[in-house]
Each structure stands twice: as structure tokens, then as C-alpha cells.
């Protein structure tokens, strides 16, 4: 009976006499659990989308060699004295140009959705497809799809080449690998190139469900000198990975006194290589192209095709699809991915968020209102707020690195979380702070009159 007093006592006592703890601890689980405003969306996102940035240095460059992008854009087609849209013929011979070259493999990003009656036949353009098949060359041509699921590339055109969906809703920053459809489960353009580059290693299908979080590489690659222009664009070997991550957490950390464009786009450059439509007849271009994997896109003036990139800020639509397959390259199916769900459909990384913040509230809620003054050092460390939140943030940083190297699972809102508890544990020893200021001016008035 005696004991059970006891345990309610020091049940009840904090609850009791910390109102604002228990107000403070609720708010920021209602916060976390039914997002009001999309608050927790924004610094999720915020927080993916820096992290990603600052460790976008330190990204692997064992598939930068291995990926090229050719880019058709306004000042191609003027040096080769072509108009967009390119007619059939000038597109097959810009094809057979690449497949001179020896391709591992080609994504095309062009949509043959419409038939146009002003580029002229499409016999060579089908041809220029069939001679990859010939050549065991591995084509791929970037598919829409209705609202129904059904391919819009024109039949004379898809008969000649595989066709990979590039249209999708629903799934935010990620970057889905296999799409369901009522034709059958549908693999998306990184994950095509991806496996036709394996077959020789008999690649499963399996393990690419979830969709993949895309890893962006800072570094452009200096042996592109040669080709492009790399004037201002920050190369491998320039600085130490560290010394650049540092440089953008300063930027970073003073953003009001930056450009914005300096913040949120620190390498003007793209990471994968990248050559122009144009440069394809100069016969020094096979050294990047042969046994690579080719994306072909474009990128034309008041034609909208971007993608936005927490390094590169936006950069062309092809851009995504060549980071996502340098993605698979690196990783394989160890690649970043969402959490999944668990108990009560939620995902496990809100799970660990939701038991954070619980674990933060009832701390604070019983940390004595008197910082101890006796006993040993540890025993006076955990009666103070700083303690416990240096404690429970590299909780939380730790999780969060454990989440991504060992499990592959994105880092969850560790930015939000501390954020959340730094304000609540300052809102609460915000008494302490007052006393120990009072204390210390009436010190040193009393020191003055004496």
C-alpha cells in the first residue's frame, strides 16, 4: 500500500509541478504525429535536402566515368545549323554518330508521342533504332504514359527500341526504379541502363521495390577539360572533401549575408559527365563515350524539362535519370531509401522521431528545479538541460548515421528534432538562466559598493 503511494508520488510529482513541461512535451508530439500545416513535411524535407548537400562531396566517384549525358540545347543547334524540334533525319544521324562510338548502352529522352508531319519521313529515324538491336547495343527510349497506364510512343518507333516510363506522380524527391501499371510492373530508365549493364553478372530484378533517394556527387570531373569548359566549376583533387563541406556549412550557417544562388546552388557544374550534340563529330569524344552509358536529352530554351539538385540547384530533366543509374553503379541495391512502415502503417523513421521527443519530455520532466551542487561530477551533469541535450542530439545524429550506412534508409528529421527540443529544454531552464544572471549582478554590485 506504502509503495504504491510512493510510485504515484513520484509518478504524479513532475506532471503536477511542471505544467509547462507537460504542455511543451504535448505540443511537440501533436507537431510530430498530425504535422499541422505541413510544418514537420517542410523541415523534412529541409533537412534531407542539406544533408544531401553537405555530404554530396564526399559521394563516391566510381560511376562519374561510366555515365555521360549529351545535352542538345540552343547553342548546339546553332553550330550545327538545326532547329528544334530536329527532323527524323537529323535525329538518325545524331543516333548513328553515337553508335559509331560503342556505347554500353543508350537512354534517349525524347518523347515520340505525336506524330509530326513536318519532319519528314521516319524511315531513316527507324533504321537509325534497329542498327543498336544489330549491334547488340542496348536502346532505350523514354515512354509517357496515359492516365490509364497505356505507352503513347508511336508503334513504329517502340517496335524498334525498348521504352522505359519518365512521367510519374506520387512519389515526391524519390526516384521510383519500378512502377505499377495494369500492363505489369513497369522498371523506369536508371534501373534498364542499370541492368543491362549487368545481365553479364545474371542482375536480379529483385530488391529495387522501394524507391530510390537520390544521391547527388558535388565533384565535376577534371579529365573533361579536354571536352568542356570547367571554368568555375569546382573539380576533384581542387580542395579537400572536408575543407568544401565546411566552407558550405558556413555559407550555410550565414545565409542572410549570402546570395541565396551561392547557397543553394555552391557547384554551378553538373557532377556527371556531360558532352554537347554538336561536339559528336569530332572523332576525341569516342575516349568518353565507348562502353559508357549514354543519356541524350535536351535542354531548350523556353522548353520547361528540369529537375532541381540540392548541389547544382536545376539542371535538365536528363540529369536525374544519369544520377540515379551513377546511384545503382556506386551502390547496387544498398542505394537510400524511405523507411518502411510499421506498426499502425507508420514508417519506422516516425516511430524513432515520436520516441525521441517522448524520451525528451520525460526526461525534462524530471530534472530536478534545483541543479544539484553535491556529489560527483556526473551526478551534478545530470541535473542540467545542456547535458541532456548534447546527450539526446547525439542520440539523434548517431541514429540517423546507423539509419543510413547500415540500414540504407534516408536520414529522418534530425534537423526539426533539434530544433524541437533545443526550444523546449531552453524554454524550461530559461528560470535557471534568469536566477544565475540575478545572482551574478547583485554579486557584482555587492563587490562595487564594498
Known sequence: MRSGMRFRQILLTPLLSKPGAVLGLLLMLFVAFFNPFGLRDASDRHSETWLLRMLAPFYSESGQEEVVVVLIDDQALTSMGASWPLRYGEQARLLRLLLSYQPKSLFVDLLY???????????????????????????????????????????????????APSNWSGYGERYPLLLPNPQGTLRTPALQLYQAACQEQDCSP?????????????????????????????VRGQRENWVQTFNMLVADAFRSL???????????????????????????????LRGKHVLLGAHIRGIPDLVSSPVQGLLPGVYVHAMALDNLLTQGRSYWRAAPDGWLGISLSDWLELTLLLLAGLVALWIPAQPYTKGGFLYRCVSHYLFWFVLLSSLVLLISVYLASCLHIA????????????????YLGEARVAEWWHQRTRRTSTEKES
Open 411 to 426: 536520414p529522418f528529421d534530425w534537423l526539426g528534432l533539434l530544433l524541437m527540443i533545443g526550444l523546449f529544454y531552453a
Open 206 to 234: 529483385e530488391g529495387f521495390e522501394a524507391p530510390l533517394l537520390v544521391r547527388w556527387g558535388y565533384w565535376s570531373d577534371a579529365s573533361m577539360r579536354g571536352f568542356v569548359d570547367l571554368a568555375g566549376c569546382d
Open 258 to 288: 549570402r546570395i541565396a544562388g551561392e547557397v543553394e546552388r555552391p557547384q554551378p557544374c553538373p557532377y556527371t559527365r556531360t558532352l554537347y550534340a554538336n561536339q559528336l563529330r569530332d572523332p576525341s569524344v569516342a575516349e568518353v
Open 113 to 163: 508521342t505525336q506524330r509530326r508531319y513536318d519532319g519528314g519521313p521516319t524511315d531513316s529515324l527507324q533504321r537509325a533504332l534497329g542498327s543498336f538491336r544489330e549491334q547488340n547495343v542496348s536502346l532505350i527510349l523514354a515512354d509517357y504514359r496515359d492516365g490509364q497506364g497505356r505507352s503513347l510512343v508511336l508503334p513504329e518507333f517502340a517496335a524498334m527500341a525498348d521504352t
